[in-house]
């Protein structure tokens, strides 16, 4: 029989899928502003295609992950990244019974915030900041991106987006955040979900473009044990040496399989463990139920450090950061003091209103579009 496939059939099948401490699509604590149902949707399918079709994710496709949006071809951006967390994010949450399209839309929005020239770009807008008494931090401006910078609804600012997916961007946070947060719990495990996904999906495409380019190698990566795991698993599998390309491309798929499996069966454990049985269960439960082994988290951490060691802070890397720090800066302070230069129309007179408009607007700038912007501007100087 064909059947179309109305909103309440798909909640029971969404229901069916899920266990019990999954959340589910109709029992949403719902929207900000109420909306008419004029749809077939499910509420957070409709949260992912609402973040999928905003102008802030479609500008990820220039802005940097580690190298320049402009480096090269087959480098990740901060979009593709964005895309290997969601994917991830539906992976584990299909196999935990989780909501599959909540973790996809938190993976989908949760790099929304993020200025040019990646971390970089973070630091900078922070440092100019401090001097009025603000910060930035890009998590924060994920959600303020959602909640009211972009305009595409005549009734509200923002996306208008669920209070589960807006509660898994406010606790979004990976080892790149900021520790001193110290979040120890989440509103549910989806949230939980999608910040290992992150660091799964950054610490395995980190490794391929650190190949790529030339800054790591793989005599340096075959002393990590993680990497031998993975290698030695390849090797047993296609029974001989591979060629360099194809090898690299097949370890670091088995890291993250490795990660995956590892990840999910100690979350089963903590569940089981702890008794948890419901979505209340997780709730009233203020630590960390999904986590990474111990031995896992020993592995990765080494990976991690020698990333951090022999990759970020390259000379090569730190140099294009250092470059776009002080395009921003300068860009920012030249706004500051040349307002009629701004080009956005700001109606308040109030200077931290201002201040707020400037750092929103450096945000949102791709990274070739800071670069113009700058040279235009300094130029005149």
């Known amino acids: 029989m064909i059947l179309l496939r109305t909103q309440k059939i798909l909640a029971d099948m969404e229901s069916s899928n899920l ?116 910060h930035f931090e890009h998590n924060e401006q994920s959600q303020l991106i959602v909640e009211k910078l972009e305009k595409s609804h005549p009734a509200f600012d923002g996306l208008n987006l669920t209070i ?13 955040d900021r520790p001193e947060r110290g979040f120890k719990f989440s509103p549910h495990l989806e949230a939980q979900v999608v910040n290992v996904s992150d660091e799964i999906a950054y610490i395995n495409h980190d490794i391929d473009d650190g190949l790529r380019s030339g800054l790591i190698t793989l005599k340096q990566l075959r002393k990590i044990k993680l990497w031998k795991r993975a290698e030695k698993k390849v090797l047993k599998k296609y ?49 960390i139920l999904a986590s990474f082994s111990p031995q896992m988290k020993s592995s990765i951490k080494e990976l991690r450090m020698f990333l951090f060691d022999s990759f970020y802070m390259n000379k090569r890397v730190i140099k294009t950061v250092n470059r776009g720090k002080k395009m921003i800066k300068e860009l920012f302070l030249y706004y500051i003091n040349n307002p009629k230069t701004f080009p ?38």
């Open 19 to 134: 266990l019990p401490y999954g959340v589910k699509s109709l029992k949403s604590k719902g929207r900000r502003f109420a909306e008419k149902l004029d749809d077939n949707r499910l509420c957070f399918q409709k949260d992912k295609e609402r973040v999928i079709h905003c102008k802030a994710f479609r500008r990820l496709d220039k802005k940097t992950q580690v190298f320049t949006a402009f480096t090269g071809d087959h480098y990740r951006t901060r979009l593709t990244h964005t895309l290997e967390v969601a994917q991830i994010s539906r992976d584990i949450a299909r196999r935990l019974g989780l909501n599959e399209d909540l973790c996809e839309a938190i993976a989908l929005a949760h790099d929304l915030g993020h200025p040019p020239f990646g971390h970089g770009g973070e630091e900078a807008l922070n440092e100019v900041m401090k001097k009025y008494g603000m």
């Open 164 to 176: 589960e997916v807006l509660d898994g961007l406010i606790k979004h946070q990976t080892a790149f």
């Open 239 to 287: 029974g001989k040496r591979l060629l360099d390309g194809v090898n690299i491309a097949r370890s670091i798929s088995v890291i993250m399989s490795m990660m995956i499996m590892d990840f999910c069966e100690h979350t089963v454990s903590i569940l089981k463990k702890l008794n948890i049985k419901s979505l209340k269960d997780v709730q009233r439960h203020h630590e």
């Open 344 to 381: 956005q129309n700001i109606k308040s007179r109030n200077k931290n209103d201002f201040v707020i408009a400037v750092k929103d607007y450096i945000a949102g700038m791709t990274d070739l579009f800071l670069i113009r912007e700058y040279e235009k501007l300094m130029s005149k100087n």
